[in-house]
T-cell receptor, first 113, second 109 residues
Framework: GAVVSQHPSRVICKSGTSVKIECRSL??????MFWYRQFPKQSLMLMAT?????????EQGVEKDKFLINHASLTLSTLTVTSAHPEDSSFYIC?????????FGQGTRLTVV | GQNIDQPTEMTATEGAIVQINCTYQ??????LFWYQQHAGEAPTFLSY??LDGLEEKGRFSSFLSRSKGYSYLLLKELQMKDSASYLC??????????WGAGTKLIIKP
């Protein structure tokens, strides 16, 4: 099956700094990558959908200037949390779809102090 | 609106059987997924149903009734390692996954 590699798995950063999360598809070309955020004891919440070579589509309520998504190649999508604040602390997961499954990265636990 | 409902938490005994239900209301239907998620980890794929009926895979089975907007995940011969959250997700007409909040399954010895 498809493999999605996400890094880093954990990151602690200071408030006001930026953090980049990478997702790589290792054995197939991911034209679409989904970025989710999951708060404790809650479901996955779709933040944005990135398509290779075009601008990402953001869900309502997600600040596109704060969560920068780049999908410059078929194997790499990145999410940058800019000017992070403690309320941005969450579990971020990338995912792509290769019929009939959705494949997930390992997730990134972001803690902003 | 789109909605996925599943129980928040269930408790079962090691060696027993448990059924986790999921009901959905979505704009279109392109399949229903069950995922297992251990705390602090990404979800892992368990099953996919697009046609009515039962899909069996080892100790896990998943059932779908499209007319009723209903699915269940059946876990047999429960093991302690099955303690996790189980997420139900439906792919809508735009091929977007709509996720339930997950059912936390607690297995007791």
């Amino acid at each position: 099956g498809a493999v999605v590699s996400q890094h880093p798995s954990r990151v602690i950063c200071k408030s006001g700094t930026s953090v980049k999360i990478e997702c790589r598809s290792l054995d197939f070309q991911a034209t679409t990558m989904f970025w989710y955020r999951q708060f404790p004891k809650q479901s996955l919440m779709l933040m944005a959908t990135s398509n290779e070579g075009s601008k990402a589509t953001y869900e309502q309520g997600v600040e596109k200037d704060k969560f920068l998504i780049n999908h410059a190649s078929l194997t790499l999508s990145t999410l940058t949390v800019t000017s992070a604040h403690p309320e941005d602390s969450s579990f971020y997961i990338c995912s792509t779809y290769s019929e009939p499954e959705a494949f997930f990265g390992q997730g990134t636990r972001l803690t902003v102090v | 609106g789109q909605n996925i409902d599943q129980p928040t938490e269930m408790t079962a005994t090691e060696g027993a059987i448990v059924q986790i239900n999921c009901t959905y209301q979505t704009s279109g239907f392109n399949g229903l997924f069950w995922y297992q998620q251990h705390a602090g980890e990404a979800p892992t794929f368990l099953s996919y149903n697009v046609l009515d009926g039962l899909e069996e895979k080892g100790r896990f089975s998943s059932f779908l009734s499209r007319s009723k907007g209903y699915s269940y995940l059946l876990l047999k011969e429960l093991q302690m390692k099955d303690s996790a959250s189980y997420l139900c997700a439906v792919m809508d007409s735009n091929y977007q996954l709509i996720w339930g909040a997950g059912t936390k399954l607690i297995i007791k010895p």
